[in-house]
């Protein structure tokens, strides 16, 4: 996995980052929020048990279910109350600090500076609408900063994909006593229960298991600076998907992005194995 660009799971987690959303969006006419949001978590625990086998075996991961749990609610709550852009710009304001927070170097300032202003330049946040769901939403942007630190912390650890695992299934039975009664219309139309499984693999599986690719190979700091590519790739999958055609102001956010990641430099990044292997070998 070590010879596979970064950029490619980021790609990837931010392809699927957006299709799940969509699809509770959708749901959400038939299946209350909190339904949709335990169909999500349940039936990508159900996978991870299927593919990984892998149980609770620690207090980090006990952890990170719970936070998975907490951030996904508040995330659904705001979504089901804001729109989509709205919610997500307030989340990247916890990336962005996170991404601040590592830099070292005036080269990293500059390109968290790119970034940073790309993303600013694609979100759009219209200050309209209930003020229960700006809390969610603020909620839901600090949510997301410990969920980069506790995943991060699993995947430097190894056994990452594992850990997520065990931590899903954490997740949806803390959210099964308040969620799962609302999931009841889904039992009833395989067609709203087929779409509840595809929002768990799309939002709760290949993302959050292309993070852990990630998070195994780069700082804390550098992952939440990579998340700012997601904007920019929404703004290719609407294009590619749905046939919108990006903006100048659009193009420009995309260039701004690109290269503020072009320009960052990884500082202490982490060894592969071909890099053990020389360090055991003597060689540079």
């Known amino acids: 996995m070590n010879r596979i660009p970064v950029l490619v799971p980021i790609v990837v987690s931010a392809v699927f980052h957006y299709l799940g959303p969509a699809l509770a969006v959708l749901l959400f006419a038939h299946v209350p929020a909190p339904g949709v949001l335990w169909l999500r978590i349940a039936s990508a625990a159900l996978v991870f048990a299927l593919w990984r086998r892998a149980w609770v075996r620690s207090g980090a991961t006990v952890a990170l279910g719970v936070v998975l749990a907490a951030m996904n609610t508040v995330f659904y709550l705001a979504i089901a109350r804001l729109p989509l852009s709205t919610v997500g710009a307030i989340e990247f304001l916890g990336v962005i600090a996170l991404a601040a927070a590592g830099v070292r170097t005036r080269r990293n300032a500059a390109a968290l500076g790119l970034a940073a202003a790309g993303v600013a330049v694609l979100t759009e946040v219209r200050l309209a609408g209930q003020p229960l769901g700006f809390a969610f939403a603020f909620a839901n942007c600090a949510l997301f900063m410990v969920y980069i630190w506790l995943g991060h912390r699993i995947a430097g650890e190894g056994g990452g994909i594992d850990r997520l695992a065990g931590a899903m299934l954490v997740a949806a039975v803390v959210t099964a006593p ?30 959050y298991v292309a993070d852990q690719l990630v998070m195994a190979r780069v700082s804390r700091p550098t992952f939440a600076l990579l998340l700012s590519a997601l904007p920019a790739s ?34 202490g990044r982490l060894p592969d194995r071909d890099d053990r292997l020389r360090a055991l070998r003597g060689q540079p």
């Open 178 to 207: 308040f969620c799962a009664p609302a999931a009841a219309p889904a039992f009833a139309h395989p067609v709203w229960l087929a779409a509840g499984i595809g929002v768990g693999v799309c939002s709760s599986v290949v993302p």
């Open 234 to 267: 929404a703004t290719v999958i609407g294009l590619v998907v749905l046939g919108q055609l990006p903006n100048t102001r659009d193009l420009l956010g995309i260039g701004l992005v690109v290269a503020g990641l072009a320009l960052h430099q990884e500082r």
